[in-house]
């Protein structure tokens, strides 16, 4: 808690980033709260909603992530952070203006270099597997690429990771497996990926393996899918979508959800 205040202490003036209101504690001072305004829900139960309810898949929430996850980390950088779990649990969506954001400090780092290695193994980068002294802000992008990834995708690429207890192992499992033959499992990933082809690009420049020659920030905003919200896209399908879904009967209200035991005591 004390680490996450002391990263967020940076990252106070961004549209796409979590607002935090103060630090406080209990009488007892032995819990501290982080009082940071209130969104509607993560990505990753958005998109399963999505899913549930319509089957469908939304290139425009796809679209708004991206251009609101590349202007947060590109202020973090700004500010010298590297976030370290961008995934879809930790991006919010205000519901009501669609707006996305960044949250979850609680691992950044705050310095631009770093070499103790934090995250979730899912999204944890290839050169975490390196002989490497220190690892910087491209680890950010990569996790996006996965966090893309993951929001074109109903199953979402749980792969198992978390039977290996350890993340850092896990990741490195999942890194090979990715890699291997020369990448032709993350090459057909990103081909299988329900977007469009503009998407499927950005996807690929942020899970470019090597990380020298991985795109930096200004770089992903030159790519078309970007410059495509840029020209003010206009989040028409997913404003529909999310009208479509608050409107949804909560689960208790709606009678055909009733679970077996339910029926059998009822009955
Ligand atoms: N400001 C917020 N508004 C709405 N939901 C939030 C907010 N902050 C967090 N959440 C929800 O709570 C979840 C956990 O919060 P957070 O990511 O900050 O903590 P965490 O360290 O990942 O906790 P844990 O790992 O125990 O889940 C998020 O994935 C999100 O669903
Ligand atoms: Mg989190």
């Not at 990753?44 to 202007?71: A, D, P, Q, R, W």
């Not at 999204?123 to 893309?148: A, N, V």
């Not at 899970?207 to 970007?226: C, H, V």
């Amino acid at each position: 808690m004390i680490e996450e205040s002391e990263a967020m202490k940076y990252v106070i003036d961004n549209e796409n980033i979590v607002k935090i209101y103060g630090l406080c504690e209990d009488e007892s001072r032995r819990h501290m709260y982080l009082c940071m305004e209130l969104l509607d829900k993560d990505l990753s139960e958005t998109i399963h909603i999505f899913y549930k309810s319509t089957g469908k898949y939304l290139e425009s929430l796809l679209l708004n992530t991206t251009c609101s996850m590349v202007n947060a980390l590109e202020y973090c950088y700004s500010k010298s952070i590297v976030h370290r779990d961008i995934k879809p649990e930790n991006i919010l969506l205000n519901m009501k203006n669609v707006t996305v954001k960044l949250c979850d400090f609680g691992i950044a780092s705050t310095k631009r270099e770093f070499n103790f290695i934090a995250g979730t193994a899912l999204y944890m980068p290839p050169e975490y597997h390196e002989l490497r002294k220190t690892f910087d802000y491209r680890c950010d992008i990569w996790s996006l690429g996965m966090t893309l990834l993951q929001l074109t995708s109903e199953k979402l690429l749980k792969e198992d990771v978390n039977s290996y207890g350890d993340p850092f192992i896990a990741s490195q499992v999942f890194i090979e497996k990715l890699l291997k033959d020369g990448g032709i499992w993350l090459k057909k990933l990103i081909d299988a990926a329900k977007c469009s082809i503009e998407a499927k690009d950005f996807i690929r420049e942020c899970l470019t393996i090597d990380i020298d020659k991985r795109p930096r920030f200004e770089q992903l905003k030159d790519l078309t899918y970007y410059q495509e919200n840029v020209k003010g896209y206009y989040y028409k399908d997913l404003i529909e979508m999310l009208e479509k879904i608050s409107n949804l009967p909560k689960k208790e209200e709606n009678p055909q959800e009733q679970t077996e035991t339910e029926r059998k005591k009822n009955s």
